[in-house]
């Protein structure tokens, strides 16, 4: 595990390229709406039920990460926010995401989601956000 000395983001491996930007979760915060806020505190809230993980705010996202990354935020709404999970296969027959990307290369797969309400985050959802999870502790996903 590397520490980048300007940043102190943690990477698996040493000099891993990133923007090395000093943003914080709350620049992302910064003038959006009370429900936005809530809803991106109680997404992070259930992620945190299922296990441990760290937010690396960068240039344009805010990025989940464990021994890698696995996931983001991608877009913080009026009154949703977006997130995407990263997967090395695509799982396509379920109703939480309503986009998946081939990241080229076709190693890793981007599945996206958009949160309106605390229901929006139910069980099939978690189930996904913990596979994603194991991912980036370099686990096995389990369907």
């Known amino acids: 595990m590397w520490i980048c000395p300007n940043c102190n983001q943690k990477f698996l491996h040493t000099n891993q390229w990133h923007s090395c930007a000093e943003k914080t979760v709350e620049d992302f915060l910064t003038n959006k709406s009370p ?80 949160i309106f309400s605390k229901e929006d985050i139910n069980e099939e959802l978690k189930k996904y956000m913990k596979m994603a999870l194991d991912y980036g502790n370099k686990k096995t996903p389990k369907s």
């Open 35 to 114: 429900i936005t806020i809530e809803l991106f505190h109680h997404l992070i809230e259930e992620y945190n039920k299922i296990g441990e993980f760290a937010l690396h705010p960068a240039k344009s996202r805010i990025a989940f990460a464990a021994t890698i990354r696995f996931g983001y935020i991608a877009r913080l709404g009026r009154n949703f926010v977006d997130a995407a999970l990263t997967f090395n296969q695509p799982y396509k027959d379920n109703l939480c995401f309503y986009r998946i990307g081939e990241v080229p290369g076709g190693k890793y797969f981007q599945h996206y989601f958009r």
